[in-house]
Protein backbone atom coordinates (compact mmCIF):
# COMPACT_ATOMS: atom_id res chain seq x y z
CA UNK A 1 0.00 0.00 0.00
CA UNK A 2 1.26 3.23 -1.12
CA UNK A 3 1.83 6.35 1.84
CA UNK A 4 1.33 9.88 0.54
CA UNK A 5 4.18 12.01 1.24
CA UNK A 6 3.07 14.24 4.05
CA UNK A 7 4.29 17.13 2.04
CA UNK A 8 1.65 16.88 -0.04
CA UNK A 9 -1.42 17.29 1.56
CA UNK A 10 -0.55 20.99 2.08
CA UNK A 11 0.68 21.38 -1.48
CA UNK A 12 -3.14 22.51 -2.99
CA UNK A 13 -3.89 25.87 -0.49
CA UNK A 14 -1.42 28.13 1.00
CA UNK A 15 -0.79 28.36 4.75
CA UNK A 16 -2.37 30.80 6.58
CA UNK A 17 0.14 33.18 8.13
CA UNK A 18 1.29 33.31 11.88
CA UNK A 19 -0.55 36.69 11.92
CA UNK A 20 -3.96 35.38 10.01
CA UNK A 21 -3.68 32.48 12.43
CA UNK A 22 -3.27 34.77 15.31
CA UNK A 23 -6.30 37.52 14.62
CA UNK A 24 -8.72 34.37 13.91
CA UNK A 25 -7.59 32.68 17.59
CA UNK A 26 -8.17 36.10 18.90
CA UNK A 27 -11.57 36.61 16.91
CA UNK A 28 -13.03 32.85 18.24
CA UNK A 29 -11.75 33.67 21.84
CA UNK A 30 -14.04 36.82 21.37
CA UNK A 31 -16.85 34.71 20.02
CA UNK A 32 -16.35 32.52 22.99
CA UNK A 33 -16.07 35.02 25.57
CA UNK A 34 -18.93 37.24 24.34
CA UNK A 35 -21.26 34.04 24.30
CA UNK A 36 -19.81 32.62 27.61
CA UNK A 37 -21.12 35.84 29.49
CA UNK A 38 -24.14 35.74 27.88
CA UNK A 39 -24.49 32.03 29.12
CA UNK A 40 -23.98 33.40 32.82
CA UNK A 41 -26.47 35.94 32.23
CA UNK A 42 -29.32 32.95 32.61
CA UNK A 43 -27.77 32.19 36.13
CA UNK A 44 -26.86 35.54 37.43
CA UNK A 45 -28.49 38.90 37.76
CA UNK A 46 -26.82 41.20 34.89
CA UNK A 47 -27.37 44.18 37.05
CA UNK A 48 -24.63 42.66 39.20
CA UNK A 49 -21.87 42.13 36.69
CA UNK A 50 -22.45 43.92 34.09
CA UNK A 51 -20.08 45.70 31.83
CA UNK A 52 -21.81 47.26 28.70
CA UNK A 53 -18.45 48.98 27.15
CA UNK A 54 -17.08 45.71 27.02
CA UNK A 55 -19.55 43.76 25.38
CA UNK A 56 -20.06 46.19 23.06
CA UNK A 57 -16.35 45.77 21.97
CA UNK A 58 -16.54 41.71 22.06
CA UNK A 59 -19.76 41.85 19.74
CA UNK A 60 -18.13 44.19 17.04
CA UNK A 61 -14.75 42.39 17.20
CA UNK A 62 -16.21 39.10 17.12
CA UNK A 63 -18.86 39.22 14.95
CA UNK A 64 -16.11 41.34 12.38
CA UNK A 65 -18.81 44.34 12.08
CA UNK A 66 -17.41 46.82 9.70
CA UNK A 67 -20.52 49.42 11.41
CA UNK A 68 -23.17 48.70 13.68
CA UNK A 69 -25.92 50.71 14.46
CA UNK A 70 -26.38 52.19 18.40
CA UNK A 71 -29.67 50.37 18.52
CA UNK A 72 -27.46 47.21 18.25
CA UNK A 73 -24.78 48.03 20.31
CA UNK A 74 -27.63 48.49 23.67
CA UNK A 75 -28.68 45.21 22.51
CA UNK A 76 -25.18 43.48 22.37
CA UNK A 77 -24.72 44.70 25.67
CA UNK A 78 -27.70 43.69 26.90
CA UNK A 79 -28.71 46.93 28.91
CA UNK A 80 -31.35 49.44 29.10
CA UNK A 81 -31.13 51.97 25.62
CA UNK A 82 -30.01 54.73 28.03
CA UNK A 83 -27.38 52.92 29.45
CA UNK A 84 -25.99 51.52 26.32
CA UNK A 85 -26.27 55.22 24.65
CA UNK A 86 -24.07 57.20 27.83
CA UNK A 87 -21.54 53.41 26.54
CA UNK A 88 -21.64 54.18 23.38
CA UNK A 89 -20.72 57.86 23.77
CA UNK A 90 -18.33 56.89 27.00
CA UNK A 91 -16.13 54.12 23.73
CA UNK A 92 -16.68 57.19 21.53
CA UNK A 93 -14.95 59.77 23.74
CA UNK A 94 -12.24 57.13 24.51
CA UNK A 95 -11.36 56.83 20.53
CA UNK A 96 -12.26 53.07 20.79
CA UNK A 97 -15.37 53.38 18.69
CA UNK A 98 -16.19 55.94 16.45
CA UNK A 99 -19.20 57.22 13.76
CA UNK A 100 -18.58 56.02 10.85
CA UNK A 101 -21.19 57.31 7.85
CA UNK A 102 -23.26 54.85 5.77
CA UNK A 103 -23.50 56.08 2.13
CA UNK A 104 -26.66 53.26 1.53
CA UNK A 105 -28.79 54.24 4.62
CA UNK A 106 -31.53 56.17 3.63
CA UNK A 107 -32.91 56.89 7.54
CA UNK A 108 -29.94 59.39 8.82
CA UNK A 109 -31.36 59.06 12.22
CA UNK A 110 -29.71 55.81 12.26
CA UNK A 111 -25.83 56.45 13.72
CA UNK A 112 -23.65 54.11 13.06
CA UNK A 113 -20.23 52.68 14.99
CA UNK A 114 -17.12 50.66 14.18
CA UNK A 115 -13.89 50.44 15.89
CA UNK A 116 -11.30 52.57 15.68
CA UNK A 117 -8.17 51.34 15.11
CA UNK A 118 -6.89 51.81 18.92
CA UNK A 119 -10.31 50.24 19.98
CA UNK A 120 -9.14 47.26 18.08
CA UNK A 121 -5.57 47.27 19.21
CA UNK A 122 -7.01 47.56 22.67
CA UNK A 123 -9.25 44.52 22.38
CA UNK A 124 -6.70 42.53 20.74
CA UNK A 125 -4.43 43.30 23.75
CA UNK A 126 -6.48 42.56 26.01
CA UNK A 127 -7.52 39.10 24.71
CA UNK A 128 -4.02 38.12 24.26
CA UNK A 129 -3.67 38.60 28.41
CA UNK A 130 -6.36 37.19 28.71
CA UNK A 131 -5.30 33.49 26.97
CA UNK A 132 -2.38 33.88 28.35
CA UNK A 133 -1.09 31.65 31.65
Not at 14 to 32: C, M, N, W
Not at 44 to 60: K, N, S, T, Y
Not at 71 to 100: D, F, K, Y
Amino acid sequence: MNTPDPGTFSQGSPKPSTEEHEGELLRLAAVELYAMRRRRDKYIARDLLGEPGWDMMLAIYAHRLDMTTSTELCHSSISPPSTGLRWVQALTNRGLIEHVHAPENPDQRLKFFALTQEGRATIERALRAMLRD
